[in-house]
């Protein structure tokens, strides 16, 4: 990593996205639904990224014996923070192609452009704070592989028998991970940053309106994601209910 790691990194990066979107859309998943392939196609970008990231950025950190949540960035660091900002910016061109039927278009786009000035700001405005950033990166990413093959069996649909029973055996554990990591972990995590910035632990290298502005994304970012999971978790446990009013009836 240490020896890529220039201002060529971002476009090298979206061009691998992108290649590999195109490769999914035209060839895995050609013959899926028109619906379905655009979706399909994300999740294959976004099973990239995340499962690449949590050990990209997880190396990243280890290697960095002055790791700090005011560290100065190292190459490896950088370079994670470019190959993120590129999985993003491939998916917001995904969103602007491909409006999805169900809305919520968004929503998502504004995430992805929170999330790319973060990113941004920290890789090329300030320098410095890209453990906290990749800490958090990696609490967000440990359950892309989960949560991508759950989408993609549902996007699958019911007319696929190992799709359908695919997607009921990794809705649990989808389910309690992601409420780990987005309900407890990252909280956890956000809380001790946010603190270190407020008693001004960085104030000499990364602006207040920076990490003003990199926590309150942040903060809105979990909380969506916790009232998300918070609604999986009412539909799961509706579901539940009903089955067993059923048998109960029968």
């Not at 949540?69 to 470019?82: G, I």
């Not at 956000?190 to 910035?197: A, C, Q």
């Amino acid at each position: 990593m240490e020896g890529i790691t220039n201002f060529k990194d971002l476009p090298l990066f979206f061009s691998i996205f992108v290649f590999v979107y195109l490769h999914g859309y035209l060839f895995i998943f050609r013959r899926w639904t028109p619906e379905s392939r655009p979706l399909a196609s994300s999740c294959l970008i976004s099973l990239l990224h995340g499962v690449s990231a949590v050990f990209l950025a997880t190396r990243s950190l280890i290697s960095d014996p002055n790791r700090g949540f005011s560290s100065r960035n190292t190459q490896s660091q950088n370079a994670v923070l470019d190959f993120s900002s590129a999985y993003f910016l491939t998916d917001l061109l995904h969103l602007a192609v491909f409006p999805s039927p169900a809305g919520g278009d968004a929503l998502f786009a504004a995430h992805h452009a929170a999330v790319l000035f973060v990113f941004l700001t920290c890789r090329y405005l300030v320098a410095h704070g890209a453990c906290a950033l990749l800490a958090l990166l990696i609490v967000a990413e440990a359950t892309s592989a989960c949560q991508n093959t759950w989408t993609l069996a549902e996007a699958r649909g019911r007319d696929a028998p190992f799709a359908v029973s695919l997607h009921r055996f990794v809705t649990l554990p989808f389910y309690a991970s992601y409420s780990v990591c987005r309900c407890v972990l990252a909280p956890l995590l956000i809380v001790k940053m946010t603190w270190f910035y407020v008693t001004g632990g960085a104030d000499d290298v990364i602006p207040r309106w920076v990490w003003v502005s990199w926590t309150v994304v942040i903060v809105v970012a979990v909380t969506v994601s916790i009232l998300w999971i918070w609604n999986l978790w009412v539909l799961f446990f509706e579901e539940r209910y009903a089955k067993i009013a059923k048998k109960k009836i029968k």
